[in-house]
């Protein structure tokens, strides 16, 4: 079955407001959760990832949240921005498995 | 730059043809995949090698067939390809193969067969 579900698959924001982008692993003992842009003609970039033994990490308008005992975590964009249009993936490391992507679009 | 790089960035080919797709990595990592990115599709896990030794085959068609000369340089040679293996096809690498660490991605090869 699938490892990770990640939601929505779409989200469409006017720049200035928040997005949040969702996803569910099905390991427990999963440990090592990434997050990736990847903008048209590009591959996947790391933007910030978050490690089992903390709940929250943040840098500068980006934050990742982790909910072990639920096992989701979730992306968080404030302030969003134009350049903050892209796909974005969550991802298991140690299963090297990845959600369907978030196509983000951030309205002017 | 993000310190991985695939030759070439596009590719044409027919069916009968024979090609190679090439992912060089200047990160000192001793691991490297390859993925397969296709439209409405997650990024499939296709190879896996760790120190130049293949370690994960995800029930990939043997008319794919990869090679690590050295854990810098890795090759997916492509033969006999069908029309739904047109995608963008991904290499990464990363520090180890224990997960613990983030995989750091090329721009891909879009593959397009006819």
């Known amino acids: 079955g699938e490892n990770v579900e990640q939601h929505p698959s779409t989200l469409s924001v006017q720049e200035g407001d928040s997005a949040v982008i969702k996803c569910t692993y099905s390991?427990?003992?999963?440990?090592?959760f990434p997050w990736y842009k990847q903008e048209l003609g590009k591959g996947p970039q790391l933007i910030i990832d978050?490690?089992?033994?903390?709940g929250e990490k943040k840098d500068q308008r980006i934050a990742v949240t982790l909910n072990k005992t639920a096992k989701h975590f979730s992306l968080h964009i404030t302030e969003t921005q134009p350049e903050d249009s892209a796909v974005y993936f969550c991802?298991?490391?140690?299963?090297?498995?990845f959600g369907d992507g978030t196509t983000l679009t951030v309205k002017p | 730059e993000t310190g991985v790089t695939q030759t070439p960035r596009h590719l044409v080919m027919g069916m009968t043809n024979k090609k190679s797709l090439k992912c060089e990595q200047h990160?000192?990592?001793?691991?490297m995949y390859w993925y397969k990115q296709s439209a409405k599709k997650p990024l499939e896990l296709m190879f896996v090698?760790?120190?130049?030794?293949?370690?994960e085959n995800n029930s990939v068609p043997s008319r794919f067939s990869p090679e690590c000369p050295n854990s810098s340089h890795l090759f997916l040679h492509l033969h006999t390809l069908q029309p739904e293996d047109s995608a963008l096809y991904l290499c990464?690498?990363?520090?180890?193969?224990?997960?613990?660490?983030?995989?750091?991605f090329g721009d891909g090869t879009r593959l397009s067969i006819l």
């Open positions: 090698y760790s120190l130049e030794e293949r370690v």
């Open positions: 991802a298991d490391a140690g299963k090297s498995t």
């Open positions: 978050i490690r089992s033994n903390v």
């Open positions: 990464a690498s990363s520090q180890d193969v224990r997960g613990v660490q983030p995989q750091h």
């Open positions: 390991d427990s003992a999963s440990n090592y």
């Open positions: 990160l000192g990592h001793n691991a």
